[in-house]
């Protein structure tokens, strides 16, 4: 039942006039009616600058109502009202009349999208809670298929010129979460036929122009590919009816896969962040390529995951997005190259992680033996910065007789560092990376069975032969070996440690077992005695990369 259905849109834009006293007045009804964009324009020109020079709409203020100057308090039970009449207008199963329609946009319009926008330090930490509650409280309680698309509409066009104006870059960050948010379809849980959510396709265009945009800033940026990262995930799922267009999957494609090779970040943005971003454009092309991959989305991907000079975490989400798309049998890849390329990005994963423990060790003892020279004997102790006074005081804890430490060498000299802070973290790191190689091994396999699944991806799927499938299987157990080490020892570093380097150098030897030997190189003619028969030529040597980071003899797998 519509709330107004005898009333004339004249006579609604008097009741909210009243309703809302100061809160929302007749200036806010004119911006009602003109189109989204629009009216997403004419409210941004109502816009003041904060101290900073950020742009903030400011929020309505208590005013005079029927002749009286309005409390604070009155004026907060106004403005619930207001809300309350909104919110039961969502709730209606009809489509909403202009007169309502007018009254839900008034009420957006004249706060809930100017709270997005304040700049003081409290409004700015619950940015957060407040995109949470806009879906909550509004957006998801819509009934009716109309009465959302016009929300999701109104909404998509405020944030994005929140975005694309001077405003707070916290406040613009959010705002382009918000758009990324936003579904032309909600989950539906209940009733005969459940629907999953479906992403609103059209707002991918602007998503994309701030990702290709080169004056784009990174915080719009990064949460542009947070938003797309989102619609890749739930493109399986769309209907066939709201599929995402030809030309903007190809152009996202091509936007992704540019972001992706990179390397070398632009203006003033850093190496790390670069490589933020060129993960985030990976994972993407993992999902693009979940329905079909095709060689445009899979050979930028497999060149990062065998180029040696790529950081480690950047092949390993190469990996796992190679895993992760649905990659037809028979595709032109070199499966056995891959199956050893994979098997040793798992044997560095481990040398990688215990080589940056060792070297933040090796750091922290030249600092002790700085530190333990400066706090020696009184004088001239070897390692005292020049200028010392002879006898000054050292400090405490470090060593001699004097301070905490006393003779035994020190506060430092009397406890032991056991490092166990450090064994979760490196659990944890080191089984993501692994879960990378898994997947684009063809984890995991059939729990109920223990025997390998029909709907496998990565290598297993790939392999044309049953060679190559047995290579990637065992490979893969090998790797599984590495993973059951680090899921059992909870509680021990350096049996950690031992174990798994046992463990990578066996992976070693079955990924060596695994694949062929390489081929011999053509013999050399003996330039000292022309007609001379040829002498033959030294084995060809594999590439340098981290295939033998582990070094030494490849271990013979356990029994």
């Not at 309005?70 to 209606?92: A, D, G, H, M, Y």
């Not at 909550?136 to 929300?151: A, F, P, R, S, T």
């Not at 006393?406 to 166990?420: H, S």
């Not at 005695?529 to 594999?542: D, F, R, T």
Request: net charge positive; hydrophobic share 40%; glycine share 8%.
């Amino acid at each position: 039942m519509q709330v107004f259905p005898r009333l004339s849109l004249h006579s609604v834009a008097l009741f909210v006039a009243g309703l809302a006293g100061a809160f929302c007045s007749l200036s806010f009804l004119a911006i009602a009616q003109q189109p989204d964009a629009a009216a997403g324009k004419a409210l941004i020109k109502s816009a003041e600058r904060d101290s900073n020079n950020f742009l903030v709409l400011p929020l309505p203020k208590p005013g005079i109502v029927d002749g009286k100057q309005e409390t604070p308090s009155q004026f907060e039970l106004r403005k619930q009202r207001f809300r309350n009449e909104v919110i039961k207008n969502l709730r209606n199963e009809l489509p909403l009349g202009q007169a309502e329609q007018l009254m839900v946009d008034n009420y957006f319009n004249g706060f809930e999208f100017r709270i997005f926008t304040q700049t003081n330090p409290e409004d700015l930490e619950l940015l957060p809670k407040r995109r949470f509650e806009l879906f909550k409280l509004y957006i998801l309680q819509v009934k009716n298929g109309e009465n959302h698309q016009h929300l999701i509409d109104v909404t998509l066009a405020m944030m994005q010129q929140i975005v694309m104006d001077e405003f707070h870059p916290i406040v613009r960050y959010n705002a382009m979460l918000i758009i990324g948010e936003l579904n032309e379809q909600e989950v539906l849980r209940v009733g005969a036929t459940p629907l999953p959510q479906e992403p609103y396709a059209a707002a991918l265009p602007f998503m994309l122009e701030r990702i290709e945009d080169k004056n784009t800033p990174d915080s719009i940026r990064v949460a542009a590919l947070i938003g797309l990262v989102r619609h890749l995930e739930w493109e399986p799922f769309r209907s066939p009816s709201k599929a995402i267009p030809p030309g903007t999957r190809t152009a996202m494609i091509n936007s992704l896969v540019k972001l992706a090779e990179m390397k070398d970040p632009p203006g003033k943005r850093t190496a790390e962040g670069q490589q933020w971003l060129r993960r985030r454009a990976i994972e993407c092309l993992g999902l693009a390529g979940a329905v079909t991959a095709t060689p445009q989305i899979i050979t930028p991907v497999e060149k990062i995951l065998k180029d040696h000079n790529e950081p480690l975490q950047l092949r390993c989400i190469a990996a796992k997005a190679l895993g992760t798309m649905n990659i037809p049998q028979g595709q032109n890849l070199d499966v056995p190259a891959l199956t050893r390329t994979l098997g040793n990005l798992a044997a560095a994963t481990v040398k990688t992680e215990f080589e940056r423990l060792e070297n933040i060790d090796k750091k922290a003892e030249e600092h002790h033996a700085i530190y333990a020279g400066v706090a020696g004997a009184p004088g001239a102790a070897p390692g005292m910065p020049p200028g010392m006074p002879p006898g000054m005081m050292r400090p405490p804890g470090f060593g001699g007789g004097e301070g905490m430490g006393g003779a035994a060498g020190g506060l430092a000299g009397q406890f032991e560092d056991p490092k166990e802070y450090r064994l979760d973290p490196v659990r944890k790191r080191i089984r993501y990376q692994l879960y990378c190689v898994q997947t684009a091994l063809g984890y995991p396999l059939d729990k109920a069975t223990g025997t390998p699944s029909a709907k496998r991806r990565g290598a297993q799927r790939i392999a044309a032969n049953p060679a190559d499938k047995k290579a990637a299987e065992d490979v893969l157990t090998a790797v599984n070996k590495l993973v059951e080490a680090i899921e059992k020892n909870k509680t021990d570093l350096t049996d950690l440690k031992t174990q798994l380097k046992n463990d990578a150098k066996v992976l070693e030897s079955v990924v060596a077992k695994a694949m062929p030997a390489p081929a011999a190189a053509e013999p050399a003619a003996d330039p000292a005695k022309p007609g001379a028969p040829a002498k033959p030529g030294a084995p060809a040597k594999p590439a340098a990369g981290d295939d033998d980071l582990l070094g030494g003899a490849a271990a013979t797998p356990k029994k």
